[in-house]
């Protein structure tokens, strides 16, 4: 394009004056000189720069273009390259287009900001070409821009200047950790790549309509620095570099023999792979929705009924809409609803006659509507009829087939017989509905799959937090029982919630508060013989911790594999067990190790425990005598013995006798336990109070006690 010297400014406001000022073709002609003139002070004295609220988006590296630069071939920077297997030379061909085209590439994008989009923003400030807009027309590019010389500074250009300083060959490893963050790296190729059919579609529109934006372009073509490269090229340039990343990989991969490199190397094209079909899929995704879109603009009012009033019509009016872009039920967001099918058929409903109608397939429901002359949309004549609640039949008469749509009840709802131009067009119309039937289920198949993982994921994620907050005490036997009990296949675990019943009416339930749950504590009852993990760890904590018990929460870690059934019901314990071994039927107690909840805290550590010493002093002794027998809510004796249950023969009146030491035990226990419901707060440090000889006294008044040592004793 040839520029002529601007006139001189007295001629061009004469021209100006000659002519009516509203005429269009005058105002013309004045714009056109002007925009010749700055394009000719554009190519003489070069761009100006932008304003500062323009240059911080649209300059990008201002002022660095010297880092682009790169050798002419990768020998330059290789001395030994002589010495170098043709395999390993081939590889580094492959490694240097990798690098040249990326320069090439960062290059040809600052084409459109440096020069077209400058350029543009510039005639916009005197008034001219304010009619075109530069963010739709250019879209994202300074993201993309910036995103790619990020990618050169940290991954490409190390590589590069190590070669430079060692002189040894490229290394395709050192560019693996850049390569597998490539999606995070390249997300603005998401928006481009959704946005480049319009972006090109609406520079085609400004260069066919707008004479001045064509003369614009035609001056950008023909500078120096676009190399002759068309707005066309430019802007479908990205889309072309980032499905060109797989190919210049597997290049380098394909010369490539050492083991640990291939691998490498597979792992960043898999990174670029994924990103694509990302990509892919959300273009995909962003069509189906502008088709959705346009197949909706066909489809008028919802007219199904025929108001038999004006106060009828009124009350049907707010549900008479349907809305086509609404998500598919049942079915993941990003799963967009299309238009599989259409076409013209004749329906017939009952002993009416045959009606002619318009069709329309989508991947979830069929429309039954009609043409209307006057306007090009089609009214919707009949209810949706929803894929998976129709099933279709084929007739006799090779050009029909029976459309049913049933209830939720599988009960015939309506059926319309459907009468196809040819036998052909009958085949195309059952294959598509029978696809479209399959993929729904499928789809809702998977979506239920994916609920259910989330929610699984959702509990265990509350789990291990539940189990971090929970206090833990490691010990030798607890871990050892722990590690039996894992196994090396995966096992799913679901937080659930134990609820027992009661199955000896005799035996006492006395309820435990200090349990976290709430709820009642459940333990379970081995077999003789065999001990599970749990059952294992029980007894050592409540050594530690004896005023807290198991809660129903600590069950969650059971594996949901079948266990073998238990001989035994599982029963409710409200208070901890002895420590040591358990007490036998007509024995004495045990003189095993005290108990770890002894006073060694408080530093005045007895040699044995005193409770169960004293009560067997007691009983050798004879002091116990009778204490009467406390009666629960139900009038039965929550602390009779379980061993007077199991006699065989009549029951008989017990006569009054002396309690046994195993009685004694047992009423202390439980009301301590008793005591600690009644409303005794639990310590807030780890240690449980002590029972003074006072608080012992009145808890076992009218008996007393005597004890030959001063008595401190934790609660059990």
């Not at 008989?652 to 004694?664: F, K, N």
Request: net charge neutral; glycine share 6%.
């Amino acid at each position: 394009m040839r520029f002529r010297e601007p006139e001189p400014e007295k001629r061009h406001g004469s021209h100006l004056g000659a002519g009516p000022p509203h005429s269009p073709k005058l105002k013309e002609v004045p714009k056109a000189r002007e925009l010749e003139r700055r394009l000719y002070t554009f190519s003489m004295f070069g761009m100006p720069r932008l304003p500062p609220e323009d240059r911080q988006h649209w300059e990008i590296g201002k002022g660095s273009d010297s880092d682009l630069t790169i050798e002419m071939s990768w020998k330059e920077l290789v001395p030994g390259h002589k010495e170098m297997s043709r395999e390993l030379c081939h590889q580094q061909e492959a490694l240097w287009e990798l690098l040249t085209t990326e320069l090439t590439y960062i290059k040809k994008l600052k084409i459109m900001t440096d020069l077209l989009a400058a350029g543009l923003l510039n005639l916009q400030r005197v008034g001219l070409l304010t009619e075109v807009s530069v963010e739709t027309l250019f879209g994202n590019v300074p993201s993309l821009i910036r995103a790619h010389w990020r990618f050169w500074e940290e991954v490409l250009g190390p590589t590069l200047r190590k070669t430079r300083a060692s002189g040894q060959p490229l290394d395709p490893v050192s560019l693996q950790d850049g390569f597998l963050a490539f999606s995070q790296r390249f997300q603005p190729y998401v928006q481009y790549c959704l946005r480049v059919k319009q972006t090109m579609a609406y520079a085609r529109e400004q260069q066919d309509n707008n004479p001045l934006f064509r003369a614009f372009v035609q001056w950008c073509e023909k500078h120096k620095r676009s190399g002759s490269q068309m707005l066309g090229d430019l802007l479908i340039k990205p889309h072309q570099r980032i499905t060109k990343y797989p190919l210049l990989l597997q290049a380098v991969l394909k010369k490539t023999p050492e083991a640990q490199t291939r691998q490498a190397l597979n792992a960043m094209i898999t990174a670029v792979e994924s990103f694509l079909k990302h990509i892919n899929k959300q273009v995909r995704q962003g069509e189906d929705q502008e088709s959705l879109v346009a197949a909706t603009q066909r489809i008028g009012p919802y007219e199904v009924l025929e108001p038999s009033s004006e106060e009828m019509e009124k009350n049907l009016r707010p549900f008479s809409n349907l809305d086509l872009m609404s998500p598919m039920l049942g079915v993941a967001p990003e799963h967009t609803r299309q238009l599989l099918l259409e076409g013209p058929v004749r329906v017939k409903e009952g002993r009416e006659g045959k009606l002619d109608v318009y069709l329309f397939l989508f991947s979830d429901v069929l429309l039954v509507t009609k043409p209307q002359r006057k306007a090009d949309k089609a009214k919707v004549i009949r209810p949706p009829f929803m894929l998976e609640k129709l099933v279709c039949r084929p007739l006799r008469d090779p050009n029909s087939f029976l459309a049913i749509y049933l209830t939720d009840f599988q009960c015939v709802s309506s059926a319309l017989i459907v009468h196809c131009p040819s036998a052909t067009d009958r085949a195309r119309w059952l294959d598509k509905t029978q696809q479209a039937q399959v993929t729904l289920q499928k789809l809702k198949a998977e979506e239920y799959v994916q609920q259910k993982r989330e929610l699984l994921a959702l509990y265990r994620d509350r789990d291990q937090e539940s189990l971090g907050t929970r206090p833990s005490t490691p010990s030798p036997e607890g871990s050892q029982s722990s590690v039996e009990g894992r196994t090396s296949e995966f096992c799913t675990v679901i937080p659930h919630l134990v609820v027992t019943e009661d199955t000896d009416e005799d035996t006492p339930s006395v309820p435990d508060d200090t349990s976290d749950s709430g709820y009642s504590t459940l333990v379970p009852v081995s077999p003789k013989g065999s001990r599970s993990s749990l059952s294992q760890l029980r007894p050592w904590a409540l050594r530690q911790r004896p005023w807290l018990t198991f809660s129903a929460l600590d069950l969650r870690d059971v594996t949901l594999r079948p266990q073998p059934p238990d001989p035994q019901a599982p029963q409710r314990r409200s208070t901890p067990v002895l420590p040591g071994e358990a007490i036998r039927k007509g024995g004495s107690l045990p003189r095993g190790e005290p108990p770890t909840w002894s006073e060694e805290e408080d530093g005045t550590s007895v040699g044995e425990n005193t409770v169960v010493e004293t009560l067997h002093r007691a009983r050798l002794r004879g002091q116990l005598p009778h204490t009467p027998t406390h009666t629960d809510s139900a009038g039965e004796s929550p602390w009779a013995s379980s061993e007077d249950e199991e006699e065989e023969g009549p029951r008989r009146t017990p006569s009054p006798r002396p309690l046994r030491a195993e009685d004694m035990l047992r009423q202390i226990r439980a009301e301590l336990a008793s005591q600690r419901i009644e409303g005794i707060p639990e310590p807030g440090d780890s240690r449980p109070p002590k029972l003074t000889r006072v608080q012992l006294q009145r808890m076992r008044e009218p008996h007393v006690i005597r004890l030959d040592t001063p008595l401190s004793s934790s609660e059990v």
